[in-house]
């Protein structure tokens, strides 16, 4: 069955340092989301991306992130300047169709870990 | 905000008994999907519901929809061990593109 992957399963970095965290969505799919999960708390949303633009992002989503699909199979989440509070589980998603409508495919995740 | 609210918390309880858990939502939804999380682990979908439904099923899930109360249940029958995990209801707004996960209800099975 085909699933959503996510690399690396955990990223330590330092303060101030951009990461970028790679995700590679189920190939027919069209939709493609980030969210993030700080540690015991509920999962947010962060971003939705589409025929190869955003969509539509949340409040957390400011400058300091970006997204990009560098190719026809990777889908990637970079953080520009890490800070503390950026620890957390970040999961990537896709979907066929938007998630209004469509179930969404989650990955493992990645922990990303700020010192 | 269109959060989700689950609620208990947190449940327990013995092998073989039924589970329900609860989401309560505060406007419009176009669908509500339930999704399961294992500690540490990725969420896997469990169920859709659209907004026009009332009910549905699947395996040993049983999800409810009352757009006019505004929330739905999750029955888990004949619940598992395998079924500890931490449950969540995920909105998608009407008209918008709202995506909310609740807090999530943390099940335990006890064998």
């Known amino acids: 069955e085909p699933e959503v992957t996510q690399t690396p399963s955990h990223q330590v970095t330092q303060m101030g340092q951009e990461v970028i965290l790679r995700c590679v969505p189920i190939s027919n799919h069209l939709y493609f989301y980030w969210y993030r999960q700080i540690l015991g708390q509920k999962v947010e949303f962060l971003v939705s991306f589409y025929n190869n633009e955003i969509s539509e992002k949340s409040e957390i989503f400011d400058d300091q992130f970006s997204v990009e699909r560098p190719d026809g199979s990777n889908f990637t989440l970079k953080i520009r300047s890490t800070k503390l509070e950026d620890s957390a589980m970040y999961f990537c998603?896709?979907?066929?169709?938007?998630?209004?409508?469509?179930?969404?495919?989650f990955g493992p995740g990645t922990r990303l870990t700020v010192l | 905000s269109q959060q989700g609210e689950e609620d208990p918390q947190a449940l327990s309880i013995q092998e073989g008994e039924n589970a329900t858990m609860n989401c309560s939502y505060k406007t419009s939804i176009n669908n509500l999907q339930w999704y399961r999380q294992n500690s540490g682990r990725g969420l896997v979908h469990l169920i859709l519901i659209r907004s026009n439904e009332r009910e549905k099923h699947s395996g040993r899930l049983r999800v409810t929809l009352d757009t006019s109360k505004k929330s739905s249940s999750l029955l888990i029958t004949a619940s598992r061990a395998a079924d500890t995990a931490s449950y969540f209801c995920f909105l998608t707004g009407a008209g918008s593109y709202q995506l909310t996960f609740g807090k999530g209800t943390k099940l335990s099975v006890i064998p």
């Open positions: 998603a896709s979907s066929e169709a938007g998630a209004h409508v469509d179930t969404q495919y």
